[in-house]
C-alpha cells in the first residue's frame, strides 16, 4: 500500500508538470531524476559519487537542444571527459581503471537512456506514448506486486531477486497489455496490432529486466534499496529501473515504425 501511494504522490503532479509546463519541463524532469539516481547508483558501485554524478547532465543536455545524433556523442564525451581525468589524477592501477569504467557505466545505464524519453516526446503525438509508457510500467509493476502477493508460488530469479514469481511477471504482462489496448481504444485508435502487440511484450518483457538488472547490483552491493528517498519504493533508482531499458526500445521501435 505504502509503495502504490507513494507513487500516487509521485507521478501524477510530475505529469501535470510536464504536460501543461514550459517547453522545458520534460527535460528538467528527466535531468532531476537522472542525477539522483546515478548518485545512488555510483555508492552502490563506489561507495561515493562526490561531483561525478554531474556528468549526467550531459546526454540530457544534448537530448535536450539537439536531437538523436546529438544524444549518440555524449558517451563520447563522457569518456573523454573521465579518460582525461584518469590520466591527469587517476591512479596508475587496475582499480582506477575499474573505477573509470564503472563512472562511465553510469552514465550509459541511467541518463544517456532516460534521455530517450526527451527525443520520445517530439515524435508524432509523442506526449501520448509517453502517458503509455508511463501507464504500461506503473499498472505493470502493481498488478505484478497484487498478482505476486496473493498468487505467486515459483520463484522468477531466486539469486537476484527472491520475492518475484513467475506469476507476478506473468501478471505484468498481462496488466501492460491491457494497458496498453485501454490506450488504444481511446487516445491511438491508427496503432496497429503488430506494433500493439511488440510494444506489449518490449515494455513488459525489458521493464522487468530493468527492474531484475538493477536487483543485481543492489545484490551485489548488499543492500535492499538503492536509497531511502521514496517512502515504499527505495531510492530514485528502484523508480526508474523499469524505465531505463523500456525508453530506449519505445523510442527507436516507433522512429522505425
Not at 54 to 59: D, E, I, Q, S, Y
Not at 77 to 106: E, K, Y
Amino acid at each position: 500500500m505504502k509503495r502504490v501511494l507513494s507513487a500516487l504522490f509521485i507521478i501524477p503532479p510530475l505529469l501535470l508538470f510536464v504536460l501543461f509546463g514550459p517547453p522545458w519541463s520534460l527535460s528538467l524532469v528527466v535531468l532531476g531524476v537522472s542525477l539522483l539516481a546515478l548518485g545512488e547508483f555510483y555508492r552502490l558501485t563506489l561507495g561515493a559519487g562526490g561531483m561525478w554524478p554531474l556528468l549526467g547532465v550531459v546526454p540530457v543536455a544534448l537530448a535536450h537542444w539537439g536531437d538523436l545524433e546529438g544524444l549518440a556523442l555524449s558517451p563520447l564525451l563522457v569518456l573523454f571527459l573521465i579518460s582525461l581525468h584518469h590520466l591527469v589524477f587517476g591512479p596508475t592501477s587496475l582499480d582506477g581503471l575499474r573505477r573509470s569504467a564503472l563512472l562511465f557505466l553510469g552514465t550509459i545505464y541511467v541518463p544517456f537512456t532516460m534521455a530517450h524519453l526527451i527525443l520520445l516526446v517530439r515524435l508524432p503525438e509523442g506526449m501520448k506514448w509517453l502517458l503509455l509508457l508511463v501507464a504500461c510500467l506503473w499498472i505493470g509493476d502493481t498488478v505484478a506486486l497484487l498478482v505476486g502477493n496473493l498468487m505467486g508460488r515459483r520463484p522468477l530469479a531466486p539469486r537476484v531477486s527472491p520475492k518475484k514469481t513467475v506469476e507476478g511477471a506473468l501478471g505484468c504482462l498481462a496488466g501492460v497489455g491491457l494497458t496498453l489496448l485501454l490506450f488504444r481504444a481511446l487516445y491511438l485508435p491508427h496503432m496497429s496490432l503488430s506494433l500493439g502487440v511488440l510494444l506489449a511484450l518490449g515494455i513488459g518483457v525489458l521493464g522487468q529486466l530493468g527492474d531484475l538488472s538493477e536487483s543485481l547490483i543492489k545484490r551485489a552491493a548488499g543492500v535492499k534499496d538503492s536509497g531511502s528517498l521514496i517512502p515504499g519504493h527505495g531510492g530514485m533508482l528502484d523508480r526508474l529501473d523499469s524505465f531505463l531499458f523500456t525508453s530506449p526500445f519505445v523510442y527507436y521501435l516507433l522512429r522505425m515504425g
